[in-house]
């Protein structure tokens, strides 16, 4: 069983930052591949960032240069580092954990994928 909790999300001018957190628990074999997914209601939802156990990451393009995943073992967390938000940012934004060897953006969308229950980020024009 793993849980997962988010926080950091909030409204925002265009071009300002924000820092996602994700605070994990359980079976760490669940947890081998970490990442943020984001969803608007009615589309589909994006896997935005992955990082592994070994802490190589992928990103997706639309926030390639902007966004920054991290974690940190120790704290059993895992952060998102937005700057220059853009109001196609606005989502909700959700923790992921995989347990997987094979991570990339594709492996967030798993049926066995763990999420919590997300953080909702706004940026204004």
């Known amino acids: 069983q793993v849980q997962l909790q988010e926080a950091g999300g909030g409204s925002v001018q265009a071009g300002e930052s924000l820092r996602l957190s994700c605070a994990a628990s359980?079976?760490?074999?669940?947890?081998?591949?970490m990442g943020w997914f984001r969803q608007v209601p009615g589309n589909k939802r994006e896997g935005v960032a992955a990082?592994?156990?070994?802490?190589?990451?992928i990103y997706a393009a639309s926030v390639k240069g902007r966004f920054t995943i991290s974690q940190d073992n120790a704290k059993n967390s895992l952060y998102l580092q937005m700057d220059a938000l853009k109001p196609e940012d606005s989502a909700m934004y959700y923790c992921?954990?995989?347990?997987?060897?094979?991570?990339?953006?594709?492996?967030?969308?798993?049926?066995?994928?763990?999420r919590g229950p997300g953080t909702q980020v706004t940026v204004s024009s």
């Open positions: 992921v954990a995989v347990g997987s060897a094979v991570c990339g953006l594709g492996t967030l969308e798993l049926d066995f994928a763990h």
């Open positions: 990082i592994d156990i070994d802490g190589s990451t």
């Open positions: 359980g079976d760490i074999w669940s947890r081998q591949c």
